[in-house]
């Protein structure tokens, strides 16, 4: 099948081939037949990727100082590769379609194969789309012209300002902004019983948007003009949907708004509220979040675990479910809105309308059309562009996942090492696998996993898929005869850790898991000199973590297992690696803190069998400012001071700096010490540690969740 995306790097187009996504619980497959494309957010999206990077700099403050933290911490070298790593990522476009429904997951009853759905969200511009159960409803039959319904997020986001503006029945509403939205909002309004007044610089009145009337926002006289339709009290309610960077729609709805009135914004303005108009009338300010609750919930839109109704009227999937209603029921109409029908394919062109419109084209709802097409039914995708290698040559790799840390990391490092060919890659299908074929093309990609482990061209099976699912593609993997790298975490719990063991004995593959920073040119430089596996030292290590949100996978026991065995499992394997015996003991202590309250900060303390202790800090708690990881090992009238693998402090008879342009992990050495492993050039001697530090953790994390 074939999804739309963004070049972010120059704002071109692109349509990229994958295979079809693979159904999931809670979940639907959509065929789509229209797409909306937004005149205002994706036409924003493409402008922003056609500028320069000083151009994108001045546009966005907030990553500008996201980039500065980062460069503080991480390096100059570091920084720069990961800003234009993001860059090089394609986006998908599109998030408003209606489609039919071809397959539903466990616990999807509300529609079934075959019927006409209207969804939103990762409703992209793609011929088949996977949707959470709550994010898409059923299109009645009779709303014979359907391709209204593909306007279901924008008539969302509509009722949500709705909503939020507390509109009654019979109240006089001001509509600033008679864009695409902003005609919706209109015409649910008249159908709610409302009186409306449309406000914009251009008159862009149409004749299905039955105003009271239509005032120039521009004019001197608006305000007047509002008090002369109004008994000159002021409209109830304002709704700006206007998109400009100026303040003036702010000003007029404080201008226009009666005593007591609510301005609501679903737009996108600048929003520096004078405080006495505010003051005098006690008017109120919303904000409208998009299609309505549930919105950024990853509970509602990923596990499709919905809202009672009882407590949330209009969610997300309910204002869609209003919506349709009032289009089948004719309450409202958008026919005469959809001024452009595009066939799918030609996408690019319709960007270029909303974009520079060298045509000079009246446009307003524009959807991309999809049509009949037997190669997106394809479960396998051949890439004829991908590089091959002559027998032996390289390491070819089968790709199990294809998450950030994938895209942003493990392959780009692959590639540089130039000692592996891409052969496989597997995914349930989605964004992801697309953005990482794009970036780095296998010879293959598959919604079907067992496709790797039965080809025998690849060397070397890669995992990195959620937590919870490690285990079950390392053994399968292991079982299928095949050498098996996997990211940390190896295994979330002691059943699947024995399960492992007995796989890795029986097979004649090797094992590998992601603990990269026993590699590090700084770490091993540390062991060399200090000769810590000579002489018992004592080890501090500090993980300033960073806060991750409470509702995000990696804190849901089940799916990944918390923190601490996520990601602190990177440091004991470095202190293991350092000191070189046994660890005999590992202990965790979790801090008790009602504001952090997901076990991801912790102290973890070691014992090992050569008298060295150990001693990390993990914290969720600390300054983006402060390096994520730093270590001290003192040992033998020395004090060797490493902060975030680009400085190395030594303290003895004298004290010296080294200091690195790139921060380096070790990433990199330790995919050369995996094909080094498997050529035979060197004996794996990391599983042992990896088996044993995931033994620890896991029995002290089941002690702190007992306490």
């Given at each position: 099948?074939?999804q739309l995306f963004l070049n972010v790097s120059d704002g071109s187009m692109k349509l990229i081939d994958q295979p079809m996504p693979t ?685």
């Amino acid at each position: 099948m074939k999804q739309l995306f963004l070049n972010v790097s120059d704002g071109s187009m692109k349509l990229i081939d994958q295979p079809m996504p693979t159904v999931k619980e809670n979940m639907a497959l959509v065929e789509s037949l229209y797409t909306v494309v937004s005149a205002g957010t994706e036409r924003g999206l493409a402008s922003f990727g056609g500028k320069n990077l000083i151009q994108k700099a001045l546009e966005r403050p907030d990553q500008v100082k996201k980039v500065m933290e980062k460069l503080s911490t991480d390096g100059i070298v570091t920084t720069i590769e990961s800003a234009f790593n993001k860059l090089a990522e394609p986006m998908p476009m599109g998030y408003s379609g209606v489609g039919r429904v071809i397959a539903c997951g466990k616990g999807v009853t509300e529609v079934q194969a075959g019927d006409l759905v209207a969804m939103v969200g990762t409703a992209y511009h793609c011929e088949i789309n996977r949707v959470s159960r709550t994010m898409l409803t059923k299109v009645p039959e009779e709303l014979t012209d359907y391709r209204q319904a593909a306007f279901c997020a924008l008539g969302g986001i509509a009722l949500e300002g709705i909503h939020q503006a507390e509109v009654v029945p019979g109240e006089t509403v001001a509509v600033i902004g008679m864009g695409l939205v902003g005609q919706i909002v209109c015409r649910i309004l008249n159908a709610y019983g409302c009186d409306v007044i449309g406000y914009d610089v251009v008159d862009k009145t149409m004749p299905g948007t039955r105003l009271k009337a239509f005032i120039n926002s521009g004019d001197d006289n608006a305000a007047d003009m509002t008090k002369a339709l109004t008994r000159g009290r002021g409209v109830d309610k304002v709704i700006i949907t206007a998109a400009t960077n100026s303040n003036a729609p702010m000003d007029l709805a404080a201008a226009i708004a009666r005593d007591r009135g609510i301005i609501c914004m679903i737009g996108v303005t600048q929003m520096n509220i004078d405080r006495r108009p505010y003051y005098e009338r006690e008017l109120s300010f919303r904000i409208a979040r998009s299609y309505g609750a549930g919105r950024y919930d990853s509970t509602y839109e990923q596990k499709g675990i919905d809202y009672p109704i009882g407590y949330v009227r209009f969610t997300e999937g309910r204002n869609i479910e209003e919506f349709v209603r009032l289009l089948a029921q004719g309450r409202i109409s958008l026919a005469d809105i959809i001024t452009h029908e595009i066939p799918f394919e030609k996408a690019a062109e319709a960007y270029e309308m909303i974009t520079k419109n060298p045509n000079h084209e009246r446009y307003i709802g524009v959807l991309l059309k999809y049509d009949e097409n037997d190669t997106k039914w394809q479960s396998r995708i051949e890439n004829p562009k991908a590089k091959r290698a002559a027998s032996g040559e390289k390491i070819r790799l089968g790709l199990i996942g294809a998450g950030n840390f994938v895209r942003s990391t493990m392959l780009p490092i692959m590639k540089e090492t130039g000692l592996f060919e891409f052969r496989g890659l597997a995914t349930t299908g989605g964004v992801g696998g697309a953005q990482a074929n794009d970036g780095t093309p296998f010879g293959y990609t598959t919604n079907n996993y067992q496709e790797l482990l039965s080809d025998p061209e690849i060397d070397l099976i890669a995992v990195s898929t959620q937590h919870n699912s490690h285990a079950k593609f390392v053994i399968e993997a292991l079982k299928a005869g095949k050498n098996v790298y996997c990211e940390k975490p190896l295994c979330l719990t002691l059943d699947e850790l024995t399960a492992i063991k007995e796989a890795y004995e029986q097979s004649e593959g090797e094992l590998f898991v992601g603990l990269n920073r026993r590699h590090a040119p700084l770490i091993q430089q540390i062991k060399r000199e200090m000769k810590t596996d000579q002489i018992p030292a004592v080890y501090d290590f500090i993980g300033n973590a960073g806060f991750i949100p409470k509702d995000h996978w990696v804190h849901d026991e089940a799916a990944g297992g918390g923190r601490i065995l996520g990601e602190a499992c990177h440091f004991v394997d470095l202190i293991q690696y350092l000191d070189g015996s046994h660890l005999e003991d590992l202990t965790v202590t979790a801090a008790s803190n009602n504001a952090y309250p997901m076990n991801d900060n912790a102290l973890i303390t070691l014992r090992f069998a050569s008298g060295a202790i150990g001693n990390i800090v993990y914290s969720s708690m600390g300054s983006k400012k402060y390096p994520k990881e730093q270590l001290r090992v003192l040992s033998n009238g020395s004090v060797y001071e490493m902060d975030n693998f680009i400085r190395l402090k030594k303290y003895g008879s004298t004290k010296s700096v080294k200091e690195k342009l790139k921060q380096d992990k070790g990433i990199h050495a330790e995919y050369e010490y995996i094909c080094k492993v498997l050529r035979g050039q060197e004996k794996n001697t990391v599983i042992a540690d990896a088996f044993r530090g995931q033994e620890l953790l896991i029995k002290a994390m089941q002690k702190v969740k007992e306490s």
